[in-house]
């Protein structure tokens, strides 16, 4: 069986050069910060980009709530399923290992996280935001670096939410429009590694979405949980509660343990009564080198991300 790296922005900086994914951070400090959350946008069929230039913006809301969907589900066992390499470095691990094994995807919101299978066998995870649109990192879907055999735009993904093992109990969706921003593509920075996939079915219907929300004050102290599918537990989900300990302008910090494949999983509070239930305020992204400050580190929604995320789900 071919090995399954994981798609994955390796926590140390010194990480990212190991593993190819990514070539060293150049910041452009000339361009505007609104610009560098410019939504970058590709059509997976026609192959055209295309630079938005108008967004809505969305001056009075800070929340988008949440939904449970159906929980119908369609009974799919793929046998084909590529095997993992079993070694997997866990960086961002801190300590003791504390994660724990989410025994039913069908529950909401774990059938709302999906596990995407991209392609060379790389793995990362989303969440869903819409009836067809997941929210993920941005690495996962432009890769700045031209080894590993991908450069650019991904060419494909596929879209397995509720994914235990061998079992998709939701069936699967095809991407047919990726998107990030300027400040992925062009500038590099990991304070801006965030993205959106449109979906070619509305399996949110079913699986539900999660709410997001964004806020001005710190978000240090909130109680937090972490879901996804890290590459070396064969196609299982598994989670890990934490607290955010460090606010930053772009970025939430936390202990929560993750490891690769778990980019772009939620970071999220499991209830908020302002977005009916599950929150969102965090995208999983980096491990405990990018400030070699002992925590883990997801892009903050911010404004200009919210923005953006509810400008991707129309």
Request: overall charge positive.
């Amino acid at each position: 069986m071919k090995k399954l790296h994981a798609f994955f922005l390796t926590c140390a900086l010194v990480s990212l050069s190991l593993f190819g994914l990514v070539s060293p951070i150049q910041t452009n400090a000339s361009t505007a910060e609104s610009d560098l959350h410019t939504s970058i946008s590709v059509d997976l069929k026609t192959k055209q980009v295309t630079v938005q230039k108008k967004p809505t913006i969305y001056s009075s809301q800070t929340v988008s709530p949440g939904y449970t969907g159906t929980g119908k589900t369609q009974p799919m066992q793929e046998t084909s399923f590529v095997g993992f390499e079993k070694t997997v470095t866990t960086y961002s691990v801190i300590g003791k290992d504390n994660r724990t094994k989410v025994t039913n995807t069908k529950a909401y919101p774990y059938r709302a996280i999906a596990y995407i299978q991209l392609p060379k066998n790389f793995v990362c995870t989303g969440w869903f935001i819409s009836p067809d649109t997941i929210v993920t990192a941005g690495h996962c879907l432009y890769n700045v670096s031209p080894k590993d055999g991908l450069s650019g735009w991904i060419p494909w993904a596929k879209i397995y939410p509720g994914r235990n093992g061998s079992s998709a109990p939701y069936g699967y969706a095809n991407a047919s429009h990726l998107y990030t921003v300027k400040g992925w593509t062009q500038d590099r920075d990991p304070r801006y590694d965030y993205g959106a996939i449109k979906l070619d079915r509305p399996l949110g219907n079913s699986v539900g979405w999660f709410g997001f929300r964004w806020q001005s004050a710190s978000l240090t102290g909130i109680k937090e949980n972490i879901a996804g599918y890290p590459a070396g537990k064969g196609q299982t989900m598994w989670q890990h509660k934490d607290q955010i300990r460090k606010t930053k302008a772009r970025q939430l910090g936390y202990q929560n343990d993750t490891e690769g494949g778990q980019s772009g999983s939620p970071v999220y509070e499991t209830y908020n009564s302002k977005c009916n239930g599950p929150c969102g305020i965090a995208i999983h992204a980096y491990g405990t080198g990018l400030f070699k400050d002992g925590h883990n580190y997801g892009t903050r929604i911010t404004k200009d991300v919210f923005d953006n995320l509810m400008n991707w789900k129309k």
